[in-house]
């Protein structure tokens, strides 16, 4: 059985180190198998996404679903395929994990990323999350 665990969770993502977005949510932390997920929705102008963040050894996965559709994989020093998707069309991203870190209530990834074959710069995704108490 898995047991999920209330948790508040601060997204922090940094952009060439100059751009930083900021996101405070409350959603679900779980194990399955050795695999580390994090589940949570954030409300956008364009309606609900529906994130989940998965941590293994050396790899991670960000999924979103709903009014913005994504598929981040990440390995650590290789190139993966991934997709955005968008109302006016489907764009291709390539990520090169540098770092991926994961431990008691920080998952760490820092990455360059490419959309549609133009690179976007090194992204610094920074989560922390610790259980919430009610």
Known sequence: MITE???KINV???IDDQETFELVVFGRAYHK???FFLRYEE???EGTVRTIVKVATE???ILRAGA???RLPFRLHKKLRGSYEMPFGTFE???LARRIEHKEGLIDIVYDFTMQGTPSGTYHL???FQEDIK
Do not use: Q
Request: aromatic share 0%.
């Open 5 to 7: 665990i209330p948790v």
């Open 12 to 14: 922090k993502t940094t």
């Open 33 to 35: 198998g050795d695999a």
């Open 43 to 45: 409300v956008l102008e």
């Open 59 to 61: 790899e991670a996965l």
């Open 68 to 70: 913005v559709k994504m």
């Open 93 to 95: 991203t390539l990520t």
């Open 126 to 128: 920074e989560i922390t």
